[in-house]
């Protein structure tokens, strides 16, 4: 299991969110809102851009998933 970024379709808009993926590739959870990429001040603003990159890369590459019902 690990932590990714994908593109959500809530039906009226797509936000990206974080994941939960299993070994397989499937989703186990998912974030209940979009990210916002704030993060504590002792990262800096490199750790924004570090995210901001990782996320880039994990949701181009992935499909876009609709939004999981409660």
Known sequence: MAWSYRIIDHG??????????GSAGELLQ???????????AAGGPDK??????????????????PMPQE
């Open 30 to 40: 998912c974030s209940s809102k979009p990210i916002d990429f704030a993060f504590d």
């Open 48 to 65: 924004v851009v570090t995210e901001l990159e990782v996320a880039l890369k994990a949701a181009s590459k992935a499909p876009v998933l």
């Open 12 to 21: 009226h808009y797509f936000a990206l969110h974080a994941v939960e993926e």
